[in-house]
Structures are given as structure tokens and as C-alpha cells.
């Protein structure tokens, strides 16, 4: 969406993308922070959450405007398209039902991770997505951490050898574990999902990163 400038210092972004944010939760305020690092490619122009001060929050640090302010995402859906991508940023379970819609409507998907919570549920987002034509992210961030890309050239060019077997360690901090899974929002199976979900979804995503094609 961008073309290099004459000098082949940085792209030039053709047009700012203005996404939505649904879920203005700690990972839905970090997403769009990038809106204020690189204000001339993104602009957040919705928020929808339930809850009057995180929403309020973002309002303030994107400036938008009262009318694009939403307690339901589902009153988002209702109007006419008014952005190019949404950012979904729900509890684990709420996913699918979001994703689908704002696809169906034409909108680009940025998907927190994991994905969904049922393999059902992932086909039913991916489908949505390929029928729409409309691009699907899930945000395994990990995947563009400068040392992850470093160890997926290395491993693609051949220096270490032919990679036959990946031994991976998720060292979650006994703070991280009880803030989240005990106490958090991720305390309970049933209102979100199970830690290996959660968690290292990370790290089996970075895994078959790194194992590409092979076996």
C-alpha cells in the first residue's frame, strides 16, 4: 500500500489506514498506540467497550469523536463502513463473533491471539475473511522481535544444519502466572481459555515459523 520515496529512505503510505478498536483493554491500547508513533499511517477512529473508562480512555488519546464511541461492537456493524481495518482485542471467547462480522462488512482484521478458542471457530473467521477478500492478522507479535526474525534466517540459509528437532521453553514468571492465570482474566476456562492457549500459542506459532515446511 506504500511505494518507496526517491531517495529509498522509508515508504511513503499511499493512505492512512483508519482502524477501529474493539476491546480497549491493555492489548487493544498498546495495538493502537502506533497510531501516535506513526500518526501519518494510522488513525483510530472507534472504540467500542463496554466499559466507560477504557473506552473514554482511548477517546482521549486518538481524539475521537462522540459519535464513534460504542459501549457494543454490534452497533459498529449496524452503520455504514467507515474505516479500513478493525482491531480485535476481546476476551479469548468473543472472537469469532466480531471477526466474522467486520470481515462480512469489508473491514481488515487484526485478530489478538490466540485466533479463537475452537478449531470451528478459527475455520468459520478464516472463511469469512476468504470470502470477503479481506486481509486476516493474528497477532503473534513475537514473529517480527528482531531475534526471532534473526533465528528464521539463519535456520532458512542452512548455517546450523538441517533443524530436525526445536526444544522451546515458555519460562511464564511466577508473577505473570498469578496475575493472569490465577487471578487474571485467564483464571477461569470457561470465561476465556486453558494457559497452553493462552500463552504459548506463542510459541508453537514460532515453531512452525522456524520449522517452515519441514516435518
Not at 28 to 44: D, F, L, M, T, W
Not at 68 to 92: G, M, Q, Y
Not at 96 to 119: I, N, S
Not at 136 to 164: N, Q, T
Request: with cysteine; net charge neutral; charged share 25%.
Amino acid at each position: 500500500m506504500g511505494q518507496n520515496s526517491s531517495q529509498g529512505s522509508s515508504p511513503i503510505m499511499a493512505h492512512r489506514v483508519h482502524v477501529i478498536v474493539v476491546g480497549a483493554g491493555c492489548r487493544g491500547e498498546i495495538y493502537s498506540q502506533y497510531a501516535n508513533v506513526h500518526p501519518e499511517r494510522v488513525k483510530v477512529v472507534a472504540v467500542a467497550d463496554p466499559r466507560k473508562f477504557a473506552r473514554t480512555k482511548l477517546q482521549q488519546q486518538h481524539k475521537i469523536v462522540d459519535e464513534n464511541i460504542f459501549e457494543d461492537w454490534h452497533s459498529i456493524v449496524e452503520r455504514e463502513k467507515f474505516a479500513d481495518a478493525v482491531l480485535i482485542c476481546t476476551p479469548d471467547r468473543l472472537h469469532k463473533e466480531p471477526a466474522v462480522a467486520f470481515a462480512k462488512k469489508g473491514y481488515h482484521v487484526l485478530l489478538e491471539k490466540p485466533m479463537a478458542t475452537t478449531p470451528e471457530d478459527c475455520v468459520a473467521i478464516v472463511e469469512a475473511c476468504i470470502q470477503s477478500g479481506v486481509m486476516l492478522s493474528v497477532g503473534h507479535v513475537l514473529r517480527y522481535d528482531p531475534v526471532i526474525h534473526k533465528i528464521k534466517e539463519l535456520i532458512d540459509a542452512g548455517v546450523i544444519g538441517d533443524v530436525i528437532h526445536i526444544q522451546h521453553l515458555e519460562p511464564v514468571g511466577f508473577y505473570h502466572f498469578a496475575h493472569s492465570f490465577v487471578r487474571g482474566n485467564w483464571r477461569n476456562e470457561a470465561e476465556s481459555s486453558f494457559a497452553l492457549l493462552a500463552k504459548s500459542c506463542h510459541d508453537i506459532d514460532l515453531m512452525h515459523h522456524w520449522a517452515g515446511a519441514r516435518r
